[in-house]
Antibody, heavy 117, light 110 residues
């Protein structure tokens, strides 16, 4: 069974940093591209970032470019999202998700990040 | 990248059919067949319902079907059931390793 489990969410002040993790099981992690997608409270889904299967390539939504960094450790079956210079508008549930042929086919349960003073 | 356009809400009675539209541009839906649909219950993670415009993942009832014409994709749910009441999101690959979601549609089963 494919499983993705996020962790690392919490409350942080504006300008602060946080690192999210996503540990996966049930599939060969190193074969797949991976995404982060977020959802602000009461709002829709927004794509945040992508990383290639071997970590050699990444991309970001304009809203987080230069502040967020996606990375992965294939030996630990773990995806990361390093978030710096956090803003109130970054408050959201963050989902890690698996890519299959340029589409998301599996999702984690999400972890809530709250940016507030 | 602007979000894809979905109706904010649709409704139907049990047994009826409903269609949710998802309008993009020639830079996303109009060019790529990497269009997918997701079902999301309140407080839960999204679930894949349709991929590659028309394909249903294993376990998804055949009451769910997808289509595309030009810059607009559609999700049709036939034989509506109470458990179909949820939020539905479309998503398209938008080129240059970016993706765009729709704003979401709340389906109410009357």
């Amino acid at each position: 069974e494919v499983q993705l489990v996020e962790s690392g969410g919490g409350s942080v002040q504006p300008g602060g940093s946080l690192r999210l993790s996503c540990t996966v099981s049930g599939f060969t992690f190193s074969y797949y591209w991976m995404h982060w997608v977020r959802q602000a409270p009461g709002k829709g889904l927004v794509w945040v970032s992508l990383i290639y299967s071997d970590g050699s390539g990444t991309n970001y939504a304009d809203s987080v470019k230069g502040r967020f960094t996606i990375s992965r450790d294939n030996s630990k079956n773990t995806l990361y999202l390093h978030m710096n210079s956090l803003r109130a508008e970054d408050t959201a549930v963050y989902y890690c998700a698996r890519d299959s042929h340029y589409q998301i086919d599996s999702w984690g349960q999400g972890t809530l990040v709250t940016v507030s003073s | 990248q602007s979000a894809l356009t979905q109706p904010r809400s649709v409704s139907g009675s049990p047994g009826q059919s409903v269609t949710i539209s998802c309008t993009g541009t020639s830079s996303d839906i109009g060019t790529y067949n990497s269009v997918s649909w997701y079902q999301q219950y309140p407080g839960k993670a999204p679930k894949s319902m349709i991929s590659d415009v028309t394909k249903r993942p294993s376990g998804v009832p055949d009451r769910f079907s997808g289509s595309k014409s030009g810059n607009t994709a559609s999700l049709t749910i036939s034989g509506l059931q109470a458990e179909d009441e949820a939020d539905y999101y479309c998503c398209s690959y938008a080129g240059s390793y970016t993706w765009v979601f729709g704003g979401g549609t709340k389906l109410t089963v009357l």
